[in-house]
Structures are given as C-alpha cells and as structure tokens.
C-alpha cells in the first residue's frame, strides 16, 4: 500500500513552462575540492539565497530550515525574480526547494443558467457535469493542468487557466479554444466583468491583465501588489476589482482610471480568495493567518473578523449567507452578522474552490484530491459525488526556464554552491532540466517505499525510510562524518520521495536498500536498489548536494528526537559553504 502525504504540504508553486531541455553551461574541469569561501575564512556575511520564485508563497515549508542557518551565523535572503547571471552575483550558495508544478488549485464553477457544473484539474481536463443527474457531459482535453476557471455571463465561453503560463477560451459547448491569452507566468485567478465585455487574469509576475474577451486583446495592465496576485473579482455591478495578494493586502481598483482606489490591510501573511457580497457592499477575504474579514468595500472599513482557515469563499445568492472552504469540511456563516451556522457533514479534503448555484439551492466544491461534490440546501445532504476524473499527469513540466537552468549550472560551474531539494511526482519534473545537468537521474515515483521493517520507522508505514548506518546506508562523506564525534549521523529518516542515481563525481550518503522500491505512474513497481535519497559532490569548481525527498530538512524531519536530520541539515550547509573542511 502507498502512504502518500497530501501535495498540500508542498505546496511550493510557480508556473510550469513546457520542455525544459537540459541546459547548462559544460562543466569545466573539475576539482577534489571547492575553492575558499568567507565561510572558511570566518566571516559573518556567507549569502544564502533561499528560492522563493519557484515554490508556494502559502506554506511555511523550510521556514525552520531557515531559521536552523540562520542560528547557525549565515545571512539568509529569499528571491522571487527569475534566476540569471546578475541575480546570483552577490549569492554564495543557492538552496532551491522543492519546485513545484505551477501553483494551479482545483476549481469549480456553474454555468450562468444552472444546469452545468464545470471542473478542471492536474489530469489536463475540463470536466462538464449534469447538475441534475450528475452524469458527464462532456469533457475538453488541454495539453497543460488547469486551474482557475470563469464562465462569460452568456454561458458560450469557458475562460480555463493553464500550467502553460495562458488562459484558454473555451467555446461552449463545442469544446474548441477561440482564443490563447499569453499572460507570461504563473496564472491563479480569473474572472469576466458582469457585462461579458472584459476578462482578467492575476498572476504570479505581481500583475493583473485586463483582456477583451471577444478578441483575446490585452487592454491594459495593472501594477500594484508587491509579489503574487492569488486572486480577483469584480464587483456585481462591475464598477470596482479586487484583488487578493501574497503581500498581505486586498486592493479595490477603479478599472477605469486603472488606480487604486483603497487598500485593505489587516491580514498577516498572503490572502487568498476574495468575493463580493451580490449587494457589492461588503467584501470577504481569506488569508493564511487563518482569518476570514468582512469589510466595508465603500468605505474599505473593517467589519467583522472570523477566525476560520479557509481555502475558498462563496456568497450564496441572497447575500444570507458565506460558505468557507477549509480542511475536511465547509463552514457555514451569517451574513452580515458572521454568527456561525456550524459546518457540513460531508467528507472532503481541503476545498480549494466552490461556488454556489445561481438559485442558492446548490453548493459545489472540489478538494485536494480531485472530488467534485454537489450539496442540496433544500435537503441538507450531499446531492451527487461527481466522477469520471483522471489520475493527474506526473510530468508536470518545469518551473524553470532553460534560461534559468543554463545560469545557475554556469554559476555553480564557476565556483557556487547548490542545495537542491526535489520530492516525488509532481515535484520532481520541475527541477529536471537542474538535475539531468548535474548528472543527477531522478525517478519521478509517486513514493520511494521499503517494506522491510529494518528500513523503515516500523509503525507499519513503508514510506518512513530509516537510513542507518548499522545498515550500510550511511554514505562515507563529510557531511555524514561532520567534523567531530557530536556532529557523526547515525541515522536519518525521510518520508516516501523518489530515488537519484548520480553520476560524475557525486557520491550517495542517504542509500536505499535492496528492497526499496519506487512506485511509478501507471501502476508500475521498480527497484530502487542502490538508488539515494541524498548525493553530493562536484560539477566544475563548485559544489551540490542534491536530496530526493524534502521533508526531511522541514518541521517534522529537523524536529525529530530520534533522527540525525537537524545535524545533517547543519553538515550540509557547513559543507557545501566550505566550514566543514
């Protein structure tokens, strides 16, 4: 059996390109060792560059990593432009983790007159249900994962954000793409004004464009967030826009005069989802500090405060009520007052989107693991569990360009230092072109398992990898050594991943034993014997380590009483800056 941990918990996003050729600038000729560093010569001013262009901006992930380099006397920045020469002039080394496939989330939406529930998803699908009988109707195949989707209030065109970098407008029902909209980068959210004239799309650049949606022309751009734009929507009547950002706030916009108009600040952290009331009086916002706030959208006051981890938001139709989309239920509210209804006995995951019906009686939303449910107000129970998904594609292309995999395989050429941190499908596909010019084979599993208790935590999960030494499954390397008795790794355990074979001049400290397996797309089982979960070594006069697995150097592996994973964090990063030489 296959434990899996849930993509949530990775979410590390930025948008997909296709074919990612493998890049790199030839290596030159190697050397045993990595030329001095200030590290070596006691200096306090060592750069670490944290990637944050390629990974969700959602999730605290390696934030204890961070803190555990900073502890350590490193100065640790963060970047969220495209990697290039002139970006990594000032950097020292370079910790890339876990690109992710763009950051798309599963949606869903009704068509404007009802009987059509729409949905798409990581298997490059659109889904058309029967709302009445829950049958497929339909589905529209796209090259790339979809994520965000819109219906033009005439129901004839599907707008459907794609892992491509575009948004696709779809004819319905016939199911051909009229027209591509190049937005350029990572694409979260969309929406067509009430009138049907104009679309926007948000995107991971910091922009917000402004399209006609007869011709597919860009009419005007918007600028004002400082990083990702995660979410928009218009006002019922069309006159104002908001849009929900990774830097914290909620700006309403006067499309018109293209100007800000008011900022809503309170939110700690990124807002996610914003929605207005069908009054357009008031505005709901949810943010990763686990809020959800209701303001004043005239006068951008704030009204109300609720504490609820949602995901997604939806105003019912008659404006009386506010449905939240959170882990393993839906929450109900009172609008205006914010009294809580209580939540919904169904069975979901997290619901990343959902949408009432346009009459109020129905509620749909789609989870984390692809299931559409449709909700009866008038019954109070689930009314179809919607089917006829796929699995999701594994490859799901790069989140870097062969332009950014050229530069930093030329810059570790010449002397940097790479942290790369990979995990299992999808995470692997993303950092290949990084890998595959390394010499680094990944496997793309869906897992790394190992059914034998004396390689794994033996709580009967065969994705708990256990790498002992007792075992042989410690490498001999500096970083496995360290440099005194205290700083020696014994034992180390990661969570399911994917297998590396490496090449040149890289040597495997975490091995996997010879009944590891990889579970691969397809169903299909392979050996993973001899394969690592961790190598290091050189290419040109810098140094890399790459991992197969990412929660090792997270909470739950750093935070471990019973594993060596914080030591061999801090061997890591004291090898590849040259301390432990």
């Given at each position: 059996?296959?434990?899996?941990?849930?993509?949530?918990?990775?979410?590390?996003?930025?948008l997909?390109?296709?074919?990612?050729?493998?890049?790199?600038?030839?290596?030159?000729?190697?050397r045993?060792?990595?030329?001095?560093?200030?590290?070596?010569?006691?200096?306090?001013?060592?750069?670490?560059?944290?990637?944050?262009?390629?990974?969700?901006?959602?999730?605290?992930?390696?934030?204890?990593?961070?803190?555990?380099?900073?502890?350590?006397?490193?100065?640790?920045?963060?970047?969220?432009?495209?990697?290039?020469?002139?970006?990594?002039e000032?950097?020292?080394?370079?910790?890339i983790?876990?690109?992710?496939?763009?950051?798309?989330?599963?949606?869903v939406?009704?068509?404007?007159?009802?009987?059509?529930?729409?949905?798409?998803?990581?298997?490059?699908?659109?889904?058309?249900?029967n709302?009445?009988?829950?049958?497929?109707?339909?589905?529209y195949?796209?090259?790339?994962?979809?994520?965000?989707?819109?219906?033009?209030p005439?129901?004839?065109?599907?707008?459907?954000?794609?892992?491509?970098?575009?948004?696709?407008?779809?004819?319905?029902?016939?199911?051909?793409?009229?027209?591509?909209?190049?937005?350029?980068?990572?694409?979260?959210?969309?929406?067509?004004?009430?009138?049907?004239?104009?679309?926007?799309?948000?995107?991971?650049?910091?922009?917000?464009?402004v399209?006609d949606?007869?011709?597919?022309?860009?009419?005007?751009?918007?600028?004002g967030?400082?990083?990702?734009?995660?979410?928009?929507?218009?006002?019922p009547?069309?006159?104002?826009?908001?849009?929900?950002?990774?830097?914290?706030?909620?700006?309403?916009?006067?499309?018109?005069?293209?100007?800000v108009?008011?900022t809503?600040?309170?939110?700690?952290g990124?807002?996610?989802?914003?929605?207005?009331?069908?009054?357009?009086?008031?505005?709901?916002s949810?943010?990763?500090?686990?809020?959800?706030?209701?303001?004043?959208?005239?006068?951008?006051?704030?009204?109300?405060?609720?504490?609820?981890?949602?995901?997604?938001?939806?105003?019912?139709?008659?404006?009386?009520?506010?449905?939240?989309?959170?882990?393993?239920?839906?929450?109900?509210?009172?609008?205006?007052?914010?009294?809580?209804?209580?939540?919904?006995?169904?069975?979901?995951?997290?619901?990343?989107?959902?949408?009432?019906?346009?009459?109020?009686?129905?509620?749909?939303?789609?989870d984390?693991?692809?299931?559409?449910?449709?909700w009866?107000?008038?019954?109070?129970?689930?009314?179809?569990?919607?089917?006829?998904?796929?699995?999701?594609?594994?490859?799901?292309?790069?989140?870097?360009?062969?332009?950014?995999?050229?530069?930093?395989?030329?810059?570790?050429?010449?002397g940097?230092?790479?942290?790369?941190?990979?995990?299992?499908?999808?995470?692997?596909?993303?950092?290949?072109?990084?890998?595959?010019?390394?010499?680094?084979?990944?496997?793309n599993?869906?897992?790394?398992?190992?059914?034998?208790?004396?390689?794994?935590?033996g709580?009967?999960?065969?994705?708990?990898?256990?790498?002992?030494?007792?075992?042989?499954?410690?490498?001999?390397?500096?970083?496995?050594?360290?440099?005194?008795?205290?700083?020696?790794?014994d034992?180390v355990?990661?969570?399911?991943?994917?297998?590396?074979?490496?090449?040149?001049?890289?040597?495997?400290?975490?091995?996997?034993?010879?009944?590891?397996?990889?579970?691969?797309?397809?169903?299909?089982?392979?050996s993973?014997?001899?394969?690592?979960?961790?190598?290091?070594?050189?290419?040109?006069?810098?140094?890399?380590?790459?991992?197969?697995?990412?929660?090792?150097?997270?909470?739950?592996?750093?935070?471990?009483?019973?594993?060596?994973?914080?030591?061999?964090?801090?061997?890591?990063?004291?090898?590849?800056?040259?301390?432990?030489?």
């Open positions: 059996m296959i434990y899996l941990r849930r993509p949530r918990r990775l979410v590390w996003l930025s997909i390109v296709a074919g990612c050729a493998q890049a790199g600038g030839g290596q030159e000729e190697k045993t060792e990595a030329p001095a560093t200030r590290a070596e010569s006691g200096s306090t001013d060592y750069h670490i560059l944290l990637d944050a262009a390629h990974h969700n901006l959602n999730d605290p992930g390696f934030e204890p990593l961070i803190q555990l380099m900073v502890q350590d006397g490193y100065l640790v920045t963060t970047n969220r432009r495209e990697f290039s020469d002139e970006s990594l000032e950097v020292d080394l370079l910790v983790g876990a690109t992710a496939p763009h950051d798309l989330t599963n949606s939406v009704f068509s404007p007159d009802g009987t059509t529930l729409v949905g798409g998803g990581a298997d490059r699908t659109i889904s058309l249900w709302v009445s009988t829950g049958g497929l109707k339909d589905t195949r796209d090259t790339a994962w979809i994520g965000a989707l819109a219906f033009a005439d129901g004839r065109t599907l707008a459907a954000a794609a892992a491509d970098e575009s948004v696709k407008l779809w004819r319905v029902p016939a199911g051909s793409v009229r027209a591509v909209l190049e937005h350029g980068t990572a694409v979260r959210s969309v929406s067509f004004s009430p009138d049907g004239t104009s679309l926007v799309s948000s995107g991971d650049d910091g922009t917000v464009r399209w949606s007869e011709t597919g022309r860009r009419i005007k751009t918007l600028i967030h400082d990083g990702p734009v995660l979410h928009v929507a218009f006002s009547d069309g006159s104002a826009l908001a849009t929900a950002g990774a830097d914290g706030s909620v700006l309403l916009w006067d499309l018109e005069a293209e100007t108009v008011a809503l600040a309170g939110h700690r990124p807002v996610r989802h914003v929605v207005f009331s069908p009054t357009g009086h008031r505005l709901a949810a943010g990763a500090d686990a809020t959800v706030k209701l303001w004043d959208s005239q006068t951008g006051l704030l009204l109300t405060t609720l504490a609820e981890e949602a995901q997604s938001l939806a105003f019912s139709p008659d404006g009386a009520m506010l449905a939240t989309g959170r882990e393993e239920t839906i929450g109900l509210w009172v609008m205006p007052s914010g009294e809580s209804l209580g939540i919904l006995d169904v069975n979901v995951d997290v619901a990343w989107s959902l949408e009432f019906s346009p009459d109020g009686a129905l509620l749909a939303w789609v984390d693991d692809e299931i559409v449910q449709i009866d107000r008038r019954t109070d129970r689930t009314r179809h569990v919607l089917d006829g998904r796929t699995d999701a594609i594994w490859d799901s292309g790069p989140a870097l360009t062969p332009e950014e995999c050229g530069a930093v395989l030329d810059w570790v050429s010449g940097g230092a790479l942290l790369l941190i990979t995990d299992h499908a999808p995470w692997a596909t993303p950092s290949r072109c990084l890998a595959a010019g390394l010499g680094v084979t990944m496997s599993a869906n897992a790394t398992e190992d059914e034998d208790p004396d390689h794994n935590s709580d009967g999960n065969p994705s708990w990898l256990v790498f002992s030494r007792n075992e042989g499954l410690i490498g001999d390397h500096p970083v496995t050594r360290g440099r005194t008795e205290e700083e020696r790794v034992e355990v990661t969570f399911a991943g994917q297998s590396l074979v490496a090449e040149n001049d890289f040597t495997p400290f975490l091995i996997l034993s010879p009944t590891a397996v990889d579970h691969l797309e397809g169903g299909r089982v392979d993973a014997a001899g394969h690592a979960q961790g190598v290091a070594g050189t290419f040109g006069l810098g140094r890399v380590v790459v991992l197969g697995e990412a929660m090792m150097f997270m909470g739950p592996g750093l935070d471990s009483p019973d594993y060596d994973n914080r030591q061999l964090a801090l061997n890591v990063v004291r090898w590849l800056s040259g301390r432990l030489n």
